[in-house]
């Protein structure tokens, strides 16, 4: 098992108090890091408010337990902040459905539906979701799935890459296990909870303006 997978599965409550307690949360961007590129990729997929204050880049892979775990409570924060800005970082490690399941989703974006997709992908429980399963859930999400499979065709090296520069971004950053959230200044390689995401926002706004 390589150290991505470890990581990705380990218990998230073995890793979060030791990233959110004192000395704080990991440097986010490290010297020599193209952060424009990571928070401002033209087609990397953006919810939330696009003119928000604070922006929280998601790396995230469709088979990651965790991931799908802090899903809810992340985008109930974003929803109840108003002003977080989120980027989605399709990250897929953990095998060739997860690749499936990130083309779709980035496919979809181009009928503006991204967002359906993504949310649709993260219900499924478990992990090692099939390819056929994913398929069936975003089908259920009411996409068209005439018009998703010929954008994710004619759209493929696009969409291909897109996933690389994500690859090569969390390679850049040292990230070695999903989920991690860039939260401002903060580097987080942890599942967390609404009051972990609270926390952590309200960590990176204060160093923000120290």
């Not at 989703?105 to 056929?132: C, F, N, S, T, W």
């Not at 390679?171 to 967390?192: N, R, S, Y």
């Not at 009051?195 to 926002?201: H, L, N």
């Amino acid at each position: 098992m390589d150290r991505r997978t470890l990581l990705a599965l380990l218990p998230a409550a073995a890793l979060a108090p030791t990233l959110l307690s004192p000395p704080g949360a990991g440097q986010a961007f490290a010297e020599g890091i193209d952060a424009n590129a990571i928070l401002n990729d033209p087609e990397a997929p953006v919810s939330g408010n696009a003119k928000g204050d604070l922006t929280i880049v998601a790396f995230l892979d469709y088979n990651c337990p965790f991931c799908k775990k802090s899903e809810p409570d992340l985008l109930r924060l974003v929803k109840a902040d108003g002003r977080i800005r989120l980027v989605h970082k399709d990250w897929p490690i953990l095998g060739d459905a997860s690749v499936y399941g990130a083309q779709l989703a980035l496919a979809a974006k181009y009928q503006g539906r991204y967002d359906a997709v993504h949310r649709a992908l993260m219900a499924i429980p478990g992990h090692k979701i099939p390819k056929e399963r994913m398929l069936e859930a975003v089908s259920a999400a009411g996409v068209d799935m005439a018009r998703l499979e010929e954008d994710r065709k004619t759209h493929q090296a696009e969409i291909a890459a897109l996933l690389q520069r994500n690859l090569d971004q969390a390679d850049a950053l040292g990230l070695q296990g999903t989920p991690v959230f860039l939260i401002g200044p903060l580097k987080v390689a942890a599942a967390l909870d609404f009051d972990g995401f609270k926390q952590a926002v309200t960590q990176a706004r204060a160093r923000g303006r120290s």
